[in-house]
Each structure stands twice: as structure tokens, then as C-alpha cells.
T-cell receptor, first 118, second 116 residues
Framework: AQKVTQAQTEISVVEKEDVTLDCVYE???????LFWYKQPPSGELVFLIR??????QNEISGRYSWNFQKSTSSFNFTITASQVVDSAVYFC???????????????FGKGTKLSVIP | EAGVTQFPSHSVIEKGQTVTLRCDPI?????LYWYRRVMGKEIKFLLH????????ESGMPNNRFLAERTGGTYSTLKVQPAELEDSGVYFC??????????????FGPGTRLTVT
């Protein structure tokens, strides 16, 4: 069975601080994909990143960076120099189970609510 | 390109009533998914359409939920009769035909359903 655990329910930081959101996953698949989505107050889930299990290089996109470690089954997300606009709920997700026709469900964690205080 | 849209954004109904949620996927996306998030819990898969066909209904909670996608365009999710535990946010997502480069799921803003 697949599972995604986001142990941090809520985090508050002061603007310009760095913050790391944790994500631990469980899967029996040898090939898998991990995702992060952002849910701002407007409600929609915004895709941030996809990472496949073959590529363990860390990724950086502006103030965002992701640390993928297969040895610990973790895919953590760091925001550097946080800003008020980063306030949102962040979801980590794992591709699967297979839902047919070449497509997959997404298995989500419970989400971490990040509040950045001015 | 317009994103996934959902209507209504919020619905408050009494237990026993019927509610119909609508999702319009991104144009050209064959795959349409419904998910639900009950407060404080994970976002959970409900079902998956490929065009007008139900590909996977494994997440549907019970037979009070009926999803349709006539003509392979928009989809509706009807809850009849609604129960208190049906309260939550219902998300719709769409993706193109399966393929390595194009299978990201794009989500709508969700419909917040409150059953009182």
C-alpha cells in the first residue's frame, strides 16, 4: 500500500526565515513519482514539482528547493527567505495506485499549513 | 488556456438533500478525476474518467455518490441523499492522455460542501 506522511500539521515562521516542510513516503514500486502542490487561500491546488525515483539530484527553483533522499524515503521542501505570499497549505503526493488507461491516482499527505508572519 | 473550473465554490445543504457538483476540465484533457478532502484528512481519490467512461471508481464511498461525464466534457458529481460525513472539499482534476510528458494533474479550486 502507498502512504504519504506529512508530520507537520502547521508551521509558523517570521518573514525571511527559511522553512522546511517534511514528507515521508511509502511505496513498493521501484519506479515512482513524487509531487508537491500548493493550496493558497484561493483554494486551487497548484502544481509545484514532480520528481521521479531515478533522479536523486536536488532541485532548486528560485527560493524553493527540494531534497529527495531514497535512503530515508523522504522528499522535503525548503522555502528560503520566506514571504507572506508563501502562506498556504502544502501537500506532498505520490503517484499511484494505477487507475487504468495509463493513468494513476495521486496519494496525498494530510498537508502542512504554513503561515508566514510579516 | 483556461484552467479547471468547478461550480459551485461553496454549497450548504441539509442532511437528506441532494447536491450536484460540476467540474469543467481543461479543454482537450481526456482524463478527469474527482478527489475529496474531509477536514484535517488527506485528499482522497474518488474516481477517474477517461473521456466519458468511468475508468476507476474504487474511491467512491458508497452508492449515494453518482458521477457522470456525458459527452466526455464536463462532469457532475451528485450526492443523494447527503449525510453529515459528506462534508468536505471536493476537488476535480484533469490531465491529457497518458504519456510521460503530459500526465500532470491540474486541479480546480474545489467545491466546499457543508452538510448540516
Amino acid at each position: 500500500a502507498q502512504k504519504v506522511t506529512q508530520a507537520q500539521t502547521e508551521i509558523s515562521v517570521v518573514e525571511k526565515e527559511d522553512v522546511t516542510l517534511d514528507c515521508v513516503y511509502e511505496t513498493r514500486d521501484t519506479t515512482y513519482y513524487l509531487f508537491w502542490y500548493k493550496q493558497p487561500p484561493s483554494g486551487e491546488l497548484v502544481f509545484l514539482i514532480r520528481r521521479n525515483s531515478f533522479d536523486e539530484q536536488n532541485e532548486i527553483s528560485g527560493r524553493y528547493s527540494w531534497n529527495f533522499q531514497k535512503s530515508t524515503s523522504s522528499f522535503n521542501f525548503t522555502i528560503t527567505a520566506s514571504q507572506v505570499v508563501d502562506s498556504a497549505v502544502y501537500f506532498c503526493a505520490l503517484r499511484g495506485p494505477y487507475s487504468g488507461a495509463g493513468s494513476y491516482q495521486l496519494t496525498f499527505g494530510k498537508g502542512t499549513k504554513l503561515s508566514v508572519i510579516p | 488556456e483556461a484552467g479547471v473550473t468547478q461550480f459551485p465554490s461553496h454549497s450548504v445543504i441539509e442532511k437528506g438533500q441532494t447536491v450536484t457538483l460540476r467540474c469543467d476540465p481543461i479543454s482537450g484533457h481526456d482524463n478527469l478525476y474527482w478527489y475529496r478532502r474531509v477536514m484535517g484528512k488527506e485528499i482522497k481519490f474518488l474516481l477517474h474518467f477517461v473521456k466519458e467512461s468511468k475508468q476507476d471508481e474504487s474511491g467512491m464511498p458508497n452508492n449515494r455518490f453518482l458521477a457522470e461525464r456525458t459527452g466526455g466534457t464536463y462532469s457532475t458529481l451528485k450526492v443523494q441523499p447527503a449525510e453529515l460525513e459528506d462534508s468536505g472539499v471536493y476537488f476535480c482534476a484533469s490531465s491529457r492522455q497518458a504519456g510521460l510528458a503530459f500526465w500532470e494533474q491540474y486541479f480546480g479550486p474545489g467545491t466546499r460542501l457543508t452538510v448540516t
